[in-house]
């Protein structure tokens, strides 16, 4: 069965949320986090997260996407907050 345009169009590919290891210390530093804090949260052992940091281990599409999620949802101190 094939997915007609409208549908394809709302289940686009979750690639753009692949995160590389570079990406990832990024994102666990603007969070406050540790790497062992980072893997604690994300329910891995500390080795896994640390295999994350390296590059040495694939970070999975949904912890990527997960922690992309927590960021933009982070609350920011007043005065950080963009003005139009």
């Known amino acids: ?9 709302r289940h686009k590919p979750r690639h753009h949320w692949l995160m ?11 969070l406050g986090l540790s790497q062992n804090a980072a ?6 052992n500390e080795r896994t997260g640390r ?5 040495s281990l694939p970070i999975p599409a949904d912890v990527g996407e997960w922690l992309e999620l ?15």
């Open 20 to 30: 590389d290891a570079n990406r990832y210390r990024q994102v666990i530093a603007a």
């Open 39 to 44: 893997a604690r949260l994300l329910g891995v």
């Open 51 to 55: 295999r994350y940091a390296d590059g």
């Open 1 to 9: 069965m094939r997915l007609n345009s409208r549908l394809r169009a």
């Open 70 to 84: 927590i960021l933009r949802t982070k609350p920011r101190p007043p005065g950080e907050y963009e003005h139009d």
